[in-house]
């Protein structure tokens, strides 16, 4: 996984299809994107946070509460407009 330490969604698009395709909701989530982005600079876990929302993971909306910080982007939105977060949680 250090090979994407510095990798954008375009060069994460061969690799996240794979594991979409082929691991669980919550092990596509907890197992694969969270543990990259987790490597990544703050910058490039901003601009890569979307993908947490196609994993399909009940976990998301959690994971993007606990991790949302600097530098806001509209990457981080997107991801929670993706996922259905309600206008009262995102006001929480």
Do not use: C, K
């Not at 594991?19 to 197992?31: H, I, M, Q, S, Y």
């Not at 694969?32 to 993908?51: F, P, V």
């Not at 509460?65 to 009262?88: F, K, Q, R, Y």
């Amino acid at each position: 996984m250090t090979e994407l330490l510095n990798a954008d969604s375009r060069d994460l698009h061969e690799p996240f299809s794979t594991v979409l395709a082929t691991r669980a909701p919550d092990a596509r989530f907890d197992g694969w994107i969270t543990a990259l982005l987790a490597t990544q600079s703050s910058n490039l876990r901003a601009s890569n946070s979307h993908l947490v929302a196609y994993t399909g993971s009940n976990l998301a909306l959690d994971w993007f509460e606990s991790n949302v910080g600097s530098p806001a982007s509209n990457h981080w939105g997107n991801g929670a407009a993706l996922l259905g977060a309600s206008w009262p949680r995102i006001a929480a």
